[in-house]
């Protein structure tokens, strides 16, 4: 089983405000973490930038121009409270979303087993035409409709474990039977969806809500009971993780109190519906954490259970 690693140098030029939680250092920490030599074995690529094909499958083009056009030669532009844009932004978006489709195609071709891509911006708040949340394009969806278009995989399963609803890739595939969005998270917290009521136009949004406090027994109960067997049932071609890991204990942005062996485990769980779906198809993708040690804690059990298989 090989497990490839995709990042690139330049998503560390997308600069945001001092202080702010989405910062390049995120980055570094993952990069730091995954070059301990018990991660050896992995292969590691470089992410490409995607073409405007792909991300247009998603976004549209004035969408997209909007976004070129804001891009600043000097300082920082805000796309809205929390959300910005420095002269390396656009590239490093190009190269978030590229690495999320390069990444799909050396899983669909059977190159590599799975793949972790550890890029930045995050993508899951970004709805169809607006960026928001950290989030400039939605990079997990650009990922799903590629294998779609490409591959002609038939049914995506996007499993997203950040701590924040993943508000943008719901409302993509809102009314799309192809696609089923998984979720869980702190609720009420930032945006204030995912509610478990939010089912989708033909029933495949599936929110399990966790409250302020929960930890380890909650997240893994929502597993067993509602995520496993939802994503297990709709037998897919491809899983997709929008792999945000602030839901950790140590998080300062939510009061949900998972370790690092919680997201060991439930990437553990994903890959054996995989493995019964889909050949083992498993496709993660970067989105929050804030605090540095966290991350790179949750990260190397993540990475590490992908490589186990």
Request: glycine fraction near 8%; hydrophobic fraction near 40%; charged fraction near 20%.
């Amino acid at each position: 089983m090989t497990t490839l690693v995709i990042s690139h140098a330049k998503c560390l030029e997308h600069q945001t405000p001092f202080g702010h939680p989405e910062r390049p250092d995120r980055l570094r920490m993952i990069t730091h973490v995954l070059e301990h030599e018990r991660f050896a074995d992995l292969a590691r690529d470089e992410a490409p930038e995607a073409s405007v094909e792909a991300i247009v499958r998603v976004h549209p083009p004035e969408f997209v121009d909007k976004l070129v056009n804001a891009t600043p030669f000097v300082g920082l532009v805000h796309v809205d409270g929390d959300t910005t844009l420095s002269p390396g932004s656009y590239e490093a978006a190009l190269r978030s979303a590229g690495g999320a489709v390069f990444a799909v195609d050396e899983v669909m071709t059977g190159k590599v087993s799975n793949a972790f891509v550890a890029t930045r911006p995050p993508g899951h708040h970004a709805e169809t035409a607006t960026a928001m949340g950290f989030c400039l394009f939605n990079n997990v969806a650009i990922a799903a409709r590629h294998a779609q278009a490409k591959y002609g995989a038939t049914r995506v399963a996007i499993m997203d474990f950040d701590v924040h609803h993943g508000n943008g890739t719901q409302d993509i595939f809102w009314s799309d039977p192809s696609v089923m969005y998984l979720s869980t998270h702190e609720m009420p917290l930032y945006p204030g969806t995912g509610a478990l009521n939010e089912t989708g136009a033909h029933n495949q949004i599936v929110n399990a809500p966790l409250r302020a406090g929960d930890g380890g027994d909650a997240f893994r109960e929502a597993f067993d009971t509602v995520i496993l067997p939802r994503m297990s049932g709709f037998r897919p071609d491809l899983v997709l993780i929008s792999a945000g890991f602030d839901a950790h204990e140590r998080d300062p942005l939510a009061n949900i109190n998972l370790t690092e062996a919680d997201f060991a485990w439930a990437t553990k769980r994903m890959m054996e519906v995989a493995d019964e779906t889909c050949s083992g198809r498993v496709v993660s993708v970067l989105e929050g954490g804030y605090d540095l040690e966290g991350l790179g804690r949750s990260v190397g059990a993540h990475v590490m259970a992908l490589m186990r298989g």
